[in-house]
């Protein structure tokens, strides 16, 4: 039998040939996970007049989606969701095309890094880095929107008060969606509300929480990581939505009040039997495409796209 002569490959194929190899392995239970996360894309429907690309937002992988006739003077920085551990800018790709209609601008959906391999602060660091790419591309920081849903609703939250704390340009508005924002995980619709919400539970907050923060030092009341001990003042306009079936329907709700105490121009869209990241939906769900046509009109009003 002859053997194979050396071929000298791109970089790109040995990274493909490493990709092919890794499916092959039987998969951890991490990875089983993920995998099983990845498939939840499936629950949106393609929207109609999108087209997606992929860049590198200074550093990070992103997927730009942008509608035919879209606002590109505007640009929404978009932060799935998965508990930092799961799901992907691929899970969120066609969901954010439906919110990207909505709004009329393009949605730039991020791919950062993911615990438990990268703690805290990694996620925000990449949000903060995509958003400084945004600013290098000559957008304006007003024209930039924060969005995000679970852990990326706390994402859109975070990265606008880590640049306030900076005394940096802040975004024009932030809509955060379904957002964790108690780690103490102790709101009781933790528990009232276990029996609806068909993602979440205590138990896989508790999961996501370890892969996050465990080992970092980081206290669960720890302002930089629990929106609903933060100071809130400052930030832009702000809104805030949740289902009325999730987990944690109690800590958005207070975190929605939190901020409209601290003065800001708040708004909040509540989903009646609505399920923990309820934009999964979005073109096969009237409920979630309702909420985003509410959520995409806010945004042109604030932003005057």
Not at 197 to 225: N, Q, Y
Not at 278 to 296: C, F, K, L, T
Request: charged share 25%; hydrophobic share 45%; glycine share 8%.
């Amino acid at each position: 039998m002859s053997e194979h002569a050396a071929v000298e490959l791109s970089p790109e194929a040995t990274a493909f040939a490493e990709f092919l190899a890794a499916g092959a392995k039987p998969p951890s239970e991490l990875d089983a996970a993920r995998i099983q996360a990845e498939q939840v894309h499936l629950a949106a429907r393609e929207p109609e007049g999108v087209t997606y690309r992929e860049v590198d937002a200074g550093g990070v992988l992103g997927i730009w989606c942008e509608p035919v006739d879209a606002n590109t003077d505007y640009v929404l920085l978009h932060a799935h969701a998965g508990g930092s551990v799961l799901a992907s800018a691929h899970v969120d790709r066609k969901l954010a095309g439906h919110i990207a209609k909505a709004a009329g601008a393009p949605v730039l959906v991020l791919d950062f890094r993911r615990a438990p391999e990268h703690k805290y602060p990694a996620q925000v660091d990449d949000a903060e880095a995509a958003f400084d790419w945004l600013l290098s591309e000559g957008y304006e920081p007003g024209n930039i929107i924060t969005i995000g849903h679970s852990i990326g609703g706390f994402i859109a939250v975070a990265l606008a008060l880590r640049l306030r704390d900076k005394k940096q340009p802040l975004p024009g508005a932030i809509v955060s969606i379904s957002p964790w924002c108690d780690l103490e995980i102790a709101n009781e619709t933790i528990a009232t509300n276990a029996g609806t919400d068909k993602i979440l539970s205590k138990e896989l907050l508790e999961f996501f929480r370890d892969a996050w923060i465990d080992g970092t030092g980081i206290e669960f009341t720890d302002t930089r990581i629990n929106l609903n001990r933060a100071d809130l003042s400052g930030l832009p306009p702000t809104l805030v939505s949740w289902g009325t079936y999730e987990v944690l329907a109690g800590e958005d709700e207070q975190f929605a009040a939190r901020v409209k105490d601290a003065g800001i121009d708040t708004a909040t869209v509540v989903v009646p039997g609505g399920q923990h990241s309820y934009v999964y939906g979005a073109g096969r769900v009237p409920e979630a495409d309702a909420a985003i046509a509410q959520i995409g009109a806010w945004v042109r009003e604030k932003t005057k796209i």
